[in-house]
């Protein structure tokens, strides 16, 4: 499967990516060399082996790009470290001129979505940075259902979250309405306006992913709304600056989006009952 929006496209790496990949691992591999201890090879090279990702049927690599042009990837095995899960986040990178746009939390949960089941992602015990974006991200993904722990011997030591990727259409809709109410909050605030703008783009992944997992005979009202919500997200999408640019517009907006929490909130319990 692939998706895009706006410029941002995520899909699984196809053959042509296989030398892009293994470059943005060099890049990858270098920023963290102060806290992975790695030495060059005779090539001038970290070295890492993507060949499996085509060759292991257990094994996938994602990429993301923007515009066409290569902003990060991610690379799936099945080398648990806890044991009893399905899938390890093996390597996880966004290009430092994507970071902190949400390239890395989109990227996440395409994976996240694309590989259902048990899972297990791992950051060094240094990497500050790197936990602190997994416990938010799958915190988010969710809705803080997950356990985490620390791996203090052996060859890899870390934290590691684990949790299940099996979101119903009920806790997929939570993280839409989630979402709309903090869109709510940083326009009543005039804060945070980069933010809003990936919320946006998220809440439309988020419909995509919901939409896909209905079933249309039961729940085709709700699939309605979700059509109706996705085309008013497009709308504010291509128009931003005329809903952001006055407290007058934002203050509209506001009130769209209680509205759009109110009609999509009176399907939440029977969802919730059903589930």
């Known amino acids: 499967m692939s998706m895009s929006i706006?410029?941002?496209?995520?899909y699984p790496a196809q053959a042509a990516d296989r030398r892009a990949l293994g470059r943005m691992l060099e890049l990858y591999q270098y920023e963290l060399s102060d806290i992975w201890d790695q030495d060059l090879d005779r090539d001038g090279l970290y070295g890492y082996d993507v060949d499996r990702f085509w060759q292991d049927p257990n094994c996938t690599a994602y990429i993301a790009t923007i515009g066409g042009n290569y902003a990060g990837?991610?690379?799936?095995?099945?080398?648990?470290?806890v044991g009893g899960g399905q899938f390890w986040m093996d390597q996880f990178g966004v290009l430092k001129k994507y970071q902190r746009q949400g390239v890395g939390r989109a990227l996440a949960a395409y994976v996240f979505l694309d590989k259902m089941g048990k899972w297990e992602v791992g950051q060094m015990p240094d990497n500050e940075r790197a936990q602190a974006f997994w416990r938010q991200t799958i915190?988010?993904?969710?809705?803080?259902?997950?356990?985490?722990?620390?791996?203090?011997?052996?060859?890899?030591?870390?934290?590691?979250?684990c949790f299940e990727s099996l979101p119903s259409?009920?806790?997929?809709?939570?993280?839409?309405l989630l979402n709309l109410t903090r869109i709510q909050t940083l326009a009543e605030n005039h804060d945070g306006e980069a933010v809003a703008q990936h919320l946006v783009r998220e809440s439309q992944f988020l419909i995509e992913w919901t939409v896909s997992r209905l079933d249309l005979e039961q729940d085709m009202m709700l699939a309605s709304d979700l059509a109706d919500l996705q085309r008013q997200l497009s709308v504010w999408k291509l128009d931003w600056s005329e809903c952001w640019g006055s407290?007058?517009?934002?203050?509209?907006?506001?009130?769209?989006?209680?509205?759009?929490?109110?009609?999509?909130?009176?399907?939440?319990?029977?969802?919730?009952?059903?589930s």
């Open 73 to 81: 990837f991610a690379l799936v095995d099945d080398q648990v470290k």
């Open 169 to 176: 259409p009920r806790t997929q809709l939570e993280s839409l």
């Open 6 to 10: 706006d410029s941002l496209a995520i």
């Open 247 to 274: 407290r007058v517009q934002r203050e509209q907006l506001v009130q769209l989006l209680k509205q759009w929490c109110d009609r999509l909130g009176r399907f939440y319990l029977p969802l919730h009952q059903a």
């Open 139 to 161: 915190g988010d993904f969710t809705n803080g259902n997950y356990t985490e722990c620390q791996i203090t011997e052996g060859w890899w030591q870390g934290f590691v979250q």
